[in-house]
């Protein structure tokens, strides 16, 4: 039997530069204009918005989440540069554990015989990888399940493309999300021209600061920034290295055992080997072709 790997609680993590930009509370003008562009409000006190994160829900060792909480509004906002279907698996946990937060905070009582009251949960995940072209996506926690028109249960996530040239109305309401969609773009651009990532990231920032894009955070927080980004950018062509030799596994694995199913039908209609030989080539071997000889002759 297989073990669900869930999310643990481990402090040691590392944030992303999207972290970095929404769920510091030094900047939390940031977090109201994103949330102000998603919501379609017009707040301008960052005082009215409370950072929520949970420091123990921890991807890839990275925490790429922000989540805050605005008037009635419980926000929760990934940044993904994967594609994963199974983040409405991964809110409910992670809302699970937010509106947790918010029973204990409040002191309430599950027990009472009031109905009690909370923020209204919402999940937006912003995607900024390579693999998809479109604006935007609808994920629904009920796709997971095996039965899913008898579940008592949803969760639906919009998913939004922020790659440049992509959702530009909601990132042109939203100054910091257009210049992080912008840096992120340089970034690439400029590992296109070098191999070296921490390179082509010190690169990045600074073509951005000449070109005003997030310039003051990159002015003061430089040698941070690069950090941050070079262990993201590094992790994720390490998860794409992984993936792109799964596929190649899978299609090697899928090949062996057509030829398999094939070189035993042709033994069981009697031909010869050294023509099954020649027809399947040499994705099985002598010694697995004479095996398969033995099993299937005269079947």
């Known amino acids: 039997m297989s073990t669900a790997k869930v999310p643990k609680t481990n402090r040691a993590y590392r944030d992303t530069l999207f972290r970095f930009l929404f769920a510091n ?25 409370e950072i929520t994160a949970i420091d123990d829900f921890i991807y890839l060792n990275m ?19 994967t594609w994963n279907p199974n983040m409405p698996l991964r809110g409910l ?5 937010l509106l947790q937060a918010e029973v204990e905070k409040e002191d309430l009582n599950l027990y009472s015989s009031s109905q009690l009251i909370l923020p209204t949960p ?3 995940v912003l995607y900024n990888g390579k693999q998809v072209a479109w604006d935007r996506r609808e ?25 440049v040239g992509q959702n530009m109305t909601l ?7 257009l210049d992080y969609s912008r840096f992120v773009e340089e970034v690439r651009k400029q590992s296109e021209k070098t191999p070296d990532l921490h390179q082509a990231i010190a690169l990045a920032v600074d073509v951005c600061i000449e070109k ?13 920034v690069i950090g941050m980004c070079f262990t993201e950018f590094d992790e994720a062509a390490v998860r794409e290295a992984d993936r792109e030799e799964g596929r190649k596994v899978g299609e090697r694995e899928g090949r062996k055992q057509n030829a398999l199913c094939n070189a035993g039908e042709m033994f069981r209609l009697g031909f010869a080997f050294d023509l099954v030989r020649q027809i399947i080539g040499p994705v099985l071997t ?14």
């Open 25 to 49: 509370k030094e900047q939390r003008g940031n977090a109201l204009s994103l949330y102000n562009a998603l919501s379609g409000e017009h707040r301008t006190d960052p005082a009215e918005l």
């Open 286 to 299: 002598d010694a697995e072709l004479r095996q398969l000889e033995q099993e299937n002759r005269g079947c």
């Open 63 to 81: 925490k790429n989440d922000v989540s805050f909480l605005v008037g009635s509004d419980l926000f929760l906002v990934e940044q993904q540069s």
């Open 122 to 124: 919402q999940y937006v």
């Open 139 to 163: 994920l629904h926690l009920t796709a997971s399940f095996r039965q899913p028109g008898k579940s008592c249960i949803e969760v639906i996530v919009p998913v939004l493309n922020i790659n």
């Open 212 to 224: 005003g894009i997030l310039a003051d955070i990159l002015r003061k927080h430089k040698q941070e």
């Open 93 to 97: 946990f992670y809302l699970s554990g």
């Open 171 to 177: 990132k042109h309401a939203c100054q910091p999300l």
